[in-house]
Each structure stands twice: as structure tokens, then as C-alpha cells.
């Protein structure tokens, strides 16, 4: 598209921005029952007798079985005729098939985020309504360029109390040009780790150390000068003779960061980083775990260990001193 | 022999290019038009141009350039690294040239697709083969590889030690965005924001909220340097390079200086600030203005402190005392800068310095400009210019 054809087209697909997703709100074909709970628990592995033990629930402050929150959106699904029949138009279809006939084809769901305010009891009946909420300005990410709409659904009883809500994100995109046969690849299926450190002449043996669980600190063989991170010659003598000793990783706090955009594939949020000065002298960058944000404040004593992070790091890590 | 260069060269020509998030056409081109537009500015010829500098960084070849424009023989060229730090040493190496005769007509230029093409907010993960990779690899395990990280790091401790630094950050994108919001050219042209919109913008790293941030753009600037005596008979008035240097302080890392016994201030641009205070002859009472390279909010109070604006943890007292305000002690930014006229690494700031100095900025304040600090991007190597009317 050029950019007078993307202005023309965001124009009319931001116009979906507000609209309901069908007219009215839309009561599930079921009301709420225990033999889909069971089910549902069933399949997901779920076992709070709340929901599915009768006695228990009997004799439990309820007095009764309840749903489980995140079944809410279960109730009110339009169920296997969709696949037959196709589902009757209204805002997203519409939407959808305007994003589809630009080229915007490709569908992914990426987030789905449910909060709950009141339960749902066996006998219940559960109404949904929704509605396009947003579509996000064009991005460009590893499945392709597109936009991300959401969509926002309320879900409440027969007295109209709010049970719950939820917003669905979906990205819409032009998806690249491939053989419909094409295997999937194996990398697509691999769990992201940490972006590693290269590791060359002057520091993979500062790495290898910590693979053994060991922070070391180089150390001037000729004037002892302590020196972090690695590099080859003494800035106080100019040596380049030099061996090591290992850290307590008893520290304090210098500064810190919490990291919030761009997010990264690997990383755990949230995401702590900090300069830590260690009690032999040096500094040493790492992560701060084991706290709340709110809690950490430069001066605070630390304490590292060794780490596995993930498949294929391992790292120090900073914990406050007193745990 | 010790020469000053004080005095010796001058900026004579400028442009920007069109600013977008979408150029539609090749850096080349965007190099090629700043630069054949500066040199019309300067009222020469391409064939007058005799030396080129720009930044390492820079995709496109100063020949290929050379030969798009029409430009002849080149006796000077020359390149910067280091980022947005190489910004006024652009203009450090053309004046040296001039000065020194090498050249008698440089063109400083930087363009860049940096919204289309490559991010520089995708941060520095990714297939990284080059001699930095061991350097930054002390960092991307834990996840801090990020410009936004990085000066993050250096604002928390600041944050440490000075007061009311976030109401000092918010003061520095408002003001700022308010001269956007005048500056036709800017990206954010007519779009205001207030302290609300500030406080409810979306946390990219702690403490730095989007619009602590500047923003990605595609777009190309140029400034033309000839000698002082040149510049005198060319279409506008000479600006005067009375100061120019460049610094890289002890124990530097590129962007994660996180080892020195303070982290909180910017020590390169300390010794830059006093280099060219020694070359001109001015100290900071004479600066009647100041384009600030400002990446992120917090890196203007560092630079303010840096030039002696203000003692060293006061800056956000004198920001918040209204100095860098069109009516203010001194007007800074005045084009928006990067966090909100566009972001190309520091070189639109030459241009608008020199349109101060011209009294052709679109901000022009009230009062009468004599000598203007413009900075380049700090955390790296960095220096600053002093540019001003002839004496």
C-alpha cells in the first residue's frame, strides 16, 4: 500500500473502533450447570472441589457449587454451528472481512485478559456483551505487518450483577508468502532463552566460571588491582599478567531499573536490573529477584547465587540480604 | 605551533529534509537532498564543496553523495563514531579542516531511514558480530539492552542524590513539546501535551515514561562550513564556530559507564564543555540559548551542569525555575528537539543553533542572541560547539 492507500484504508478500519459485536446482549444457551462444569474441569485438569464436589460444596459458607471465573466466557459461545453455518454478521465479522480483503489475512489471538467480580452459581443464567474496544496504529512483528484490535466483553447475571469481563486481542495480518505445505520449523516450537553473551578471548573464561557456579574477579597479578568487567591489560600498571579470586556476592545496591517496553522473548517480568557494588570493590550488573519493586531502593544489601534462569543460562542473581 | 580555532571557520549553510516515519526513498537521496540544500542555503555551488564528514554510523559513502550532488574534487573527509555523540563533531572536524586549510568548504551531514529501516529502539539484541558484542554482552543476559535501560540506570542514581527530578523531566518534554507544538516542521506540530498526559504515558523503563523519550524519524539535516572570511560575503549572516570539541573521559563504556565512582553526571562532557569555554573565550553567562541533545529527558540536566549553567545536582532547580522557556535565563531546544521536532542524532540541533544565532528560528525569543551551545548525544563519547555572531 502507499501511504495515501494505508491512510484511506485506517481510516475506514478505525471506524469499527466502538462497534458492538452483535445487537444486544446475548444470553448463553445454557445456564450455568454442573455436568459443564464437570466437563470443563475435566479437561482442564481443574480440582477445586468448589466446583465440582457437591458435599463439599454443600457444607461449605456457599452452600453451593459454584462456576469457575474462567469459564464465564464458556456460556456464552455460540457453539459447533458456527462451523457449519458460519456466524451471522455483525461488527467483528464485518471487520474482520474488511482486514481480510486488504490483504490483512492472517489471524493470531495474543492476549486474553479476564477479570472477576461476583461468582456464578449452578442455576445462574450469564449474558454477554462486547464490543470493538481498540485497533492499535500499524506494527511491523516477526509474523508480519498488522494490527492488533481488542475486543471488550462484559459478562453479567439474570439480576444484572457484573460477573466478570474480558478483553481479547487478535492480530491481523498480511502473512508472508509460503508453500501451504511447508513443515512447520522446529525453531518456531523452541522456547526463547536469554540473549547470551558472545563469549571471546577476554571474558569466556569469566562466563565458563559461571556455568560452575562461580563469580570471579580479575585480579592484577603485578600491582593486585581488582577489575570488572574483564579486559586484558591493568589500567593502573599496564600488566597483562593477571589471575582471579571469587566473589562472596554479598553487595549493595547502587542503581536500578525496572524494565518495561519493549518486552523481550526470554526475560521473565517483571524485570529488575541492577548495578551492584560487591563488598571486594568492584561492580557488576545483574538481575534483583526474590522482592517487590516497591521494596528495592539503592543502599539495600544484596546477596547473590548462581543461577539457572533458563535451558541454557545461567547467571548470577540478587536477593535482599535478609531472606 | 598551537593553533585556535577559534573564530576560524563558520557555519555558512543548512537544511533538513523533509521529517516522516516513512520516507519512501533511499538514505542516499535523503543524504543527497540535505546536503545539496544546505549548499543552496550557503548561496555556493556543489562543485565548491571540498571535504564531507558524518558519522560512522552512517549508511550511505560521502562519494556516492559526491557524485549524486555534482560535487567535484574532495581534499577532506572524515568520520565520527560513537552514535549520536558524533553530532557536533561533525562540525569539529570541518572546522579543523578549514582551519587548517585542508578544506575551504565542508558539508556535515546524517541521514537515516530510523523508523523504516533500522530501529535503534530494538535495542542491540539480535545476531551481533562486530568486536561491541563482548562489551554489551555483560548486559542482554539480564535483559538491560536498551537505550531507555541504559540512561534509566544513570537517572535512578541521580534520582538518588537530587530533588524533584521527575518534575524536572516533565518540565524539560513540555517545554519542549510546546516549541513543537509552534514548529511546523516539528512531528508534533499543533499536538500539545500536558502533565496528565505525562503522568498516564505508558512506562517504557523505570523511571522514564514514553514521553521521557525521543521518538524515531526518518529525515536527513546538513550544515555547510566555510572560513569566517568567506562566510561574510555568502547569502545570510556568518555564524561563528567560537568553541568545538569533543570527549571521551576516563574509564568509558559505550552507553554502561557504570563503573566510576558517581554515575549521576556525564564527565565527557565536563572536559568538552571546558575545551571549548578555553577556545572562545566565553564562559556560560555569555550562552544566551542552548540546543541540548536530548535522547531522554534527564540527559539536558546532566549537559546544563556539564556547560555550568548550574552547580552540580541543581539543574532541576533551575529547569524548574523556567530557564529553559522562550523568556527564560536559557532558552533551550527551541525547535522541540528530539523528544518532539525529530530525531536525527543531534544535527538538526546544529541546524536550529545556527538559526538562532541567524534569528531565523521559528521560536526566535525576544531577547537578543549573541552565542548558542549546541551538544551531542552523551552516555558515548560526546562533545559541543559554540556558535555565535562575529565579535
Known sequence: MTPEQTKAFEEKVYAFVGKPIYTGPRRGYDDVNSAMIRQWCEVMGEKNPAYVDQDWAGKSTRGHLIAPPAMMYAWTQEGYKVASEGRPTDGQVEMVKFFDSHGFSGSLGTNVDQEYFAEAKVGDAIFEESVIESISEQKTTARGIGYFFETYAKFTNQDGVLLGTQRFRVFKFIPPEQEESAPASDDSLEIPTRVAAPRGQDNKWWWDACDEGKILIQRCASCGALRHPPRPMCGVCQSTEWDTIESTLDGELFSFVEMHHPKFPGYQYPLLVGVISLAEGTRIIANIVGCDVKDVEIGMKLKGKVERVDEKTILPQFYPANN | ?391
Not at chain 2, 44 to 63: A, H, R
Not at chain 2, 140 to 157: C, D, E, I, K, N
Not at chain 2, 244 to 272: C, G, H, K, L
Request: with cysteine; proline share 5%; net charge negative.
Open chain 2, 1 to 391: 605551533m598551537t593553533i585556535n580555532v577559534s573564530g576560524e571557520a563558520a557555519i555558512a549553510g543548512v537544511a533538513n529534509t523533509e521529517f516522516s516515519k516513512n520516507s519512501g526513498v533511499s538514505e542516499l537521496e535523503l543524504a543527497s537532498v540535505a546536503v545539496r540544500d544546505a549548499i543552496a542555503d550557503a548561496g555556493l555551488k556543489p562543485s565548491d564543496v571540498d571535504g564531507m564528514t558524518t558519522f560512522t554510523l552512517d549508511n550511505t559513502d560521502e562519494i556516492e553523495i559526491a557524485r549524486a550532488v555534482g560535487i567535484g574534487d574532495l581534499s577532506f573527509y572524515s568520520r565520527v563514531p560513537h552514535g549520536g555523540g558524533a553530532a557536533t563533531g561533525l562540525v569539529h572536524q570541518a572546522v579543523m579542516a578549514v582551519a587548517t586549510g585542508m578544506a575551504e568548504v565542508v558539508v556535515c551531514y546524517r541521514a537515516l531511514n530510523g523508523r523504516s529501516g533500522h530501529r535503534y529502539s530494538s535495542g542491540v539484541a539480535g545476531p551481533l558480530l562486530t568486536s561491541d558484542a563482548i562489551h554489551w554482552g555483560w548486559y542482554t543476559p539480564y535483559g538491560l539492552m536498551t537505550p531507555a535501560s541504559w540512561v534509566a540506570m544513570y537517572t535512578q542514581r541521580y534520582m538518588h542524590l537530587a530533588e524533584n527530578v521527575q518534575d524536572a523531566m516533565f518540565e524539560i518534554a513540555h517545554v519542549q513539546r510546546e516549541y513543537a507544538a509552534k514548529n511546523p516542521a516539528a512531528f508534533f506540530y499543533e499536538r500539545p501535551f500536558d502533565r496528565s498526559d505525562y503522568d498516564a504515558s505508558r512506562p517504557i523503563v523505570s523511571p522514564f515514561k514514553m514521553l521521557d523519550c525521543c521518538m524515531e524519524t526518518d529525515g536527513g539535516s546538513a550544515v555547510v562550513v566555510t572560513t569566517a572570511e568567506r562566510a561574510k560575503d555568502l547569502k545570510h549572516p556568518a555564524v561563528i564556530v567560537k568553541g568545538v570539541a569533543q570527549a571521551a573521559a576516563a574509564d568509558m563504556e559505550s552507553m554502561t559507564s557504570f563503573y566510576r565512582p558517581e554515575i549521576a553526571r556525564i564527565p565527557s562532557m565536563d572536559i568538552a564543555a571546558k575545551m571549548a569555554y578555553e577556545q572562545s573565550g566565553l564562559c556560560a553567562d555569555d550562552i544566551d540559548a542552548a540546543v541540548i541533545y536530548d535522547a531522554f529527558t534527564p540527559i539536558v540536566l546532566w549537559q546544563l551542569e556539564s556547560w555550568g549553567f548550574c552547580d552540580l545536582l541543581e539543574a532541576p532547580k533551575f529547569v524548574l525555575d523556567g530557564a529553559m522557556r522562550s523568556d527564560g535565563r536559557l532558552p533551550t531546544n527551541t525547535h522541540g528537539g528530539q523528544l518532539s521536532e525529530a530525531y536525527i542524532h543531534g544535527v538538526n540541533g546544529i541546524v536550529e543553533a545556527t538559526r538562532l544565532v541567524r534569528g531565523q528560528s521559528v521560536n526566535q525569543p525576544a531577547k537578543k542572541v549573541n552565542n548558542v551551545l549546541v551538544t551531542s548525544g552523551v552516555g558515548v563519547p560526546t562533545g559541543g560547539a559554540l556558535l555565535g555572531r562575529p565579535d
